[in-house]
């Protein structure tokens, strides 16, 4: 895994960029873009004390975000066009949208909810009734 790039974004939080591709026989190679975005979580996103206490507890100070696109069984010599296009496809479809001041509240919120509905998911909650 290698990191690519560093996208400083408009909310304040930064996305990176990470190339996992590996070679998949001699002349084979399955690319794959990962972009991680941390969101740092903050008692004002929430509504309630109590959920945004319940979500640092389960998950930690903060959270992140991730967008994966994978290809598989392309030719060495189309990888590095491949991983460009869908780093460019990520720039151009998601990028706009994460980088909205509210993404980082709705993303936390987001991630409340799945406890809510799945705690059975996260460890720290397993055995429990939370939800």
Not at 53 to 61: I, S
Not at 70 to 87: C, I, N, P, S, Y
């Amino acid at each position: 895994m290698k990191l690519v790039e560093k996208i400083p974004m408009s909310n304040g939080l930064t996305a990176e960029v990470w190339n996992k591709s590996a070679a998949i026989a001699v002349d084979t190679t399955k690319v794959e873009l990962l972009v991680r975005i941390g969101v740092k979580l903050q008692a004002l996103y929430f509504n309630k004390h109590d959920h945004y206490e319940l979500l640092r507890k389960t998950v930690g100070p903060e959270i992140f975000f991730e967008y994966k696109r994978a290809r598989t069984f392309v030719r060495d010599k189309e990888k590095d066009g491949v991983f460009q296009e869908l780093l460019n496809n990520f720039k151009k479809n998601s990028l706009p949208y994460l980088s909205k001041s509210s993404f980082p509240r709705s993303f936390a919120l987001s991630k409340y909810g799945d406890i809510e509905k799945n705690g059975f998911k996260y460890s720290s909650l397993a055995g429990k009734n939370h939800c």
